[in-house]
């Protein structure tokens, strides 16, 4: 087994250093997009949970709140940096 798994490293590392110029940066393209795509896919699941998850971290602080008092944010970022 070990033997197949060498030989298996062995050809890819050929192939790699085998390429010219054009075919490495056919395959770092298509990296850099798989790369994109996934960023954007977590992108979009966490911005559809971003405000389930900001709920249940501040609702330990809501708890203790005086009555009929909010939280505020004394300057722009905290805003973003609210977990």
Known sequence: MTANRDDI???????????????????????????????????VVASSV????????????LKVLPKDTTMIFTSYQEGFFFI
């Open 9 to 43: 490293a062995v050809e890819s590392q050929e192939q790699f250093t085998h390429q010219s110029l054009t075919e490495h940066l056919r395959e770092l393209r298509s990296c850099l997009l798989v790369s994109l795509g996934a960023v954007g896919v977590g992108f």
């Open 50 to 61: 971003v405000e389930t998850l900001g709920d249940w971290f501040l609702a330990p602080l």
